[in-house]
């Protein structure tokens, strides 16, 4: 069973940055996908970025050039940089891994908020 924490959300100003992370139970990152996703008041969860066991990554059009995912193997844990920050971005971001054998994980949510 993989468990999954994230942490630091929290309010910013426009225009500001801010470094969600994702600490993972187990040695997970080289065999499987890691998203985040969001989701803000009254829409649908969506997709943000993706980070793969390659090492490769996506990213929602929306966010290109200003989120960057990573991820550190060592310690289990996975980032998502946020900069110039958009009330738009405002939503509970959601850490989420699925293994070569189809199997879900999601995380309970951190919140941001984008507000002077």
């Known amino acids: 069973q993989v468990q999954l924490v994230e942490s630091g959300g929290g309010l910013v100003q426009p225009g500001g940055s801010l470094r969600l992370s994702c600490a993972a139970s187990g040695n997970i990152f080289s065999i499987g996908v890691l998203d985040w996703y969001r989701q803000a008041p009254g829409k649908q969860r969506e997709l943000v970025a993706t980070?793969?066991?390659?090492?490769?990554?996506s990213y929602q059009d929306s966010v290109k050039g200003r989120f960057t995912i990573s991820r550190d193997n060592a310690k289990n844990t996975a980032y998502l940089q946020m900069n110039s920050l958009k009330p738009e971005d405002t939503a509970v971001y959601f850490c989420?891994?699925?293994?070569?054998?189809?199997?879900?994980?999601w995380g309970q949510g951190t919140q941001v908020a984008v507000s002077s």
């Open positions: 980070i793969r066991s390659s090492g490769s990554t």
């Open positions: 989420h891994y699925y293994n070569i054998h189809g199997t879900h994980y």
